[in-house]
């Protein structure tokens, strides 16, 4: 942390003093129940990290053209007074507008912001600025300049910036939800004839805060396990695909390579799971074929379906239109997952596609153990599972109904105790990345 006002470079910071104040950061947003105070302590904070003593933060206005600056830390009064950026204008503009992080090293040099010219208040040329998203929806953008000891900010400072950005708009939708939520409460006791809508809206708008609370405490898990095993995992697969080229005539040796390649394969799709729930990617618009998803999923648990006896059942339209990728393999392959594990030896699973009044609708079915009627409602939740640890950590349905709801589409699900459980998922044919 920062002592007696001295400038600290954040460079000087080993990763461990890093990983601490970006936990120091999330409890102390974790803890604040303003959108006011959640905005100043992040700033605040966020600015003592990268030893910067300018910053600011926008938020959209209700609009959606207009960001209206909300708190800012080394501005003159004047300066703050009514400070209103429009989507591409300067720096926070251009952050809102394509939704992405920007790292300015010098201004008057940057080719992007040739004709934009920097207050005179300035101290240095150096910015970074990221957006506050939520999945692709934005909330705000959070800028830092001025670094206290005279250097220009870098690449890997903006890309911990993303990351705590991705908090602080987690943390003040969560504001806002709950504000809501005890404002129909207050509303509830005087509109009685209206209480049962009002305590069903409540009820729901609770579940959503104890959701983005959720979400929030996977952002953080997430950046320290990405920072943690990315670097490392990139160089044992490496090693291993050298160690392969080196062993091709000795098939021992190269099976048991093979085995560790699988491994660490997983691994890496664990830490992708996490980002999934933390952070949507980016469309690629990439087209794909709901049957063609399917039969790839179908591939990769070939091997469990078999090894169970499981009896497996097709029901495919021979003819479906193409959707934009948006990770419907990852949708088949966790709902195929959890009817095998589900699933005794000899059972059954069914699955099937098809059109209907305009949509895109596929099925998953099995016959196994099935969900209780008081569980069913929690099974989309982070970390709720009914598995065996070793077989889940609860994320696999919370990433389903993330990527569902990227195509506005519908998940549905029937299950009884040992009789079985089925999935029912609705997508539209056009999503709102081609409108």
């Known amino acids: 942390m920062l002592k007696n006002n001295q400038a600290t470079s954040f460079e000087q910071f080993t ?91 010098d201004i008057s040099q940057d080719q992007r912001f040739k004709n934009y010219k920097a207050r ?16 692709d929806k934005l909330i705000g953008v959070i800028s830092l300049s001025d670094k206290e000891c005279g250097s220009h900010f870098s690449a890997n400072e903006l890309q911990l910036l993303d990351f ?31 209480l049962g809508k009002s305590s069903e809206e409540a009820s729901h708008l609770k579940k959503q805060v104890v959701r983005h609370e959720k979400l929030a405490t996977i952002g953080k898990l997430t950046g320290g396990i990405a920072h943690e095993f990315n670097n490392p995992l990139d160089g044992v697969m490496r090693y291993t695909n050298l160690c392969l080229d080196h062993v091709k005539d000795d098939e021992v040796v190269r099976g048991y390579l093979l085995e560790i390649k699988n491994g660490l394969h997983r691994m890496a799709n664990i830490v992708r799971s996490l980002l999934a729930c933390s952070r949507a990617p980016n469309p690629s618009l990439q087209k794909i074929n709901v049957n063609t998803s399917l039969e790839q999923a179908l591939q990769v648990l070939k091997t469990d379906i078999v090894g169970k006896g499981l009896i497996l059942t097709k029901d495919l339209a021979p003819v479906l239109p193409d959707v934009v990728d948006l990770g419907l393999e990852r949708v088949f392959t966790n709902l195929l997952r959890n009817a095998i594990d589900a699933s005794d030896n000899g059972g059954e699973i069914k699955i099937s596609s098809g059109l209907m009044n305009g949509q895109i609708v596929f099925s998953v079915s099995d016959t196994g153990s099935g969900i209780s009627e008081e569980k069913i409602d929690d099974i989309f939740e982070p970390f709720f599972t009914t598995k065996d640890i070793e077989k889940g950590c609860g994320l696999g349905l919370t990433i389903v109904m993330e990527i569902i709801k990227s195509y506005d589409g519908q998940i549905n699900v029937e299950s009884a105790l040992d009789k079985g459980t089925t999935f029912t998922v609705t997508l539209p044919i056009k999503t709102k990345y081609e409108l």
């Open 120 to 135: 005179s208040s300035y101290k240095t040329p150096s910015f970074i600025c990221a957006p506050l998203l939520i999945k």
């Open 164 to 194: 705590l950005s991705s908090q602080i708009a987690l943390n003040y939708r969560r504001i806002q939800l709950y504000q809501r939520f005890k404002t129909i409460e207050e509303e509830s006791q005087t509109l009685k004839h209206k």
């Open 15 to 105: 990763q461990s003093e890093v990983f601490q104040q970006i936990g120091d950061i999330c409890a102390a947003v974790n803890a604040v129940s303003s959108a006011r105070e959640l905005l100043e302590t992040s700033l605040k904070k966020t600015l003592d990290l990268f030893g910067a003593s300018r910053g600011s933060i926008f938020i959209l206005d209700e609009n959606e053209r207009d960001l209206i600056l909300k708190i800012a830390q080394g501005m003159e009064v004047k300066e703050q007074e009514r400070m209103v950026k429009r989507l591409g204008e300067g720096v926070v503009g251009q952050v809102a507008a394509t939704k992405k992080p920007i790292f300015v090293a």
